[in-house]
């Protein structure tokens, strides 16, 4: 039976299901070392939930030279194959705490699961994390025009997973990622903090605080 109003959850996955933050930084790290760019741990929260070319523009705008659309392309992919290949030893064991349970209380519930995330990269992941099949419904990033805060990839996996936007509960720990749900007319459950997540509806350090009845 199904305790909670909703009746679907989607999602993110780059802080919420599993930490790649860091290897996010560590290639944007190398590529703006190699540029001359200044670029710390501070920075690259500022680029959670901001799609690769959006990123890579924030960070290009430190630099005193400017480049042309090849270069930047270029730049992007270079920054990418490193990315691929820190996630390469990815495992079950980069789940992040009570993200299974998680994903087993929702589904236990009967209500559909989705996941919204802009990275290109979502379905490898979820792969090297051993999880894929739990999602009725992944949404292609490459699909998707405009990244978060726009309501586009939660409307998306909403319409998808066949399920109107005002029944649906997004998970985010992004600020541009609430808003997008916000935006989307759905319920949102901040990850992280409350003087942080201010337009998230209810805030939980993370999913091992998880409880779908609860909202
Ligand atoms: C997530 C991360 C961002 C990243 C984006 C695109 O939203 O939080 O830091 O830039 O995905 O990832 P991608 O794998 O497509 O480069
Ligand atoms: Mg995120």
């Known amino acids: 039976m199904n305790p909670s109003r909703f009746q679907a959850v989607i999602f993110d996955l780059d802080g919420v299901i599993t930490d790649t ?24 929260e500022q680029l959670k939930g901001i799609d690769r070319m959006g990123s890579l523009a924030l960070i290009l705008a430190g630099s005193p030279r400017s480049y042309n659309l090849e270069e930047t392309l270029a730049l992007a992919d270079a920054k990418n194959r490193h990315y691929q290949e820190l996630i390469g030893t990815m495992s079950t064991s980069d789940l992040l705490p009570g993200a299974v349970e998680a994903l087993a209380a929702v589904r236990a519930a009967g209500l559909r699961i989705g996941l919204a995330s802009v990275s290109k990269n979502a379905f ?5 994390l051993g999880i894929a099949d739990r999602f009725d419904y992944v949404v292609d990033a490459a699909l998707i025009a405009r990244g978060k805060p726009d309501p586009e990839i ?21 600020v541009a990622g609430v808003s997008a749900i916000k935006a989307a007319g759905m319920f949102a459950l901040g990850i992280g903090k409350p003087e942080v997540l201010t337009e998230a509806d209810v805030v939980i350090p993370g999913l091992a605080q998880f409880r779908l009845a609860d909202y």
Not at 21 to 44: I, P, Q
Not at 124 to 128: D, F
Not at 154 to 170: Q, S, Y
């Open 21 to 44: 933050a860091h290897y996010h930084y560590l290639a944007w790290k190398r590529l703006a070392d190699s540029l001359g760019v200044h670029f710390d741990e501070a920075f690259n």
């Open 124 to 128: 490898t992941v979820l792969e090297k």
């Open 154 to 174: 939660f409307l998306n996996a909403a319409e998808r997973l066949g399920v109107a936007p005002a029944l649906c509960l997004g998970v985010e720990d992004a």
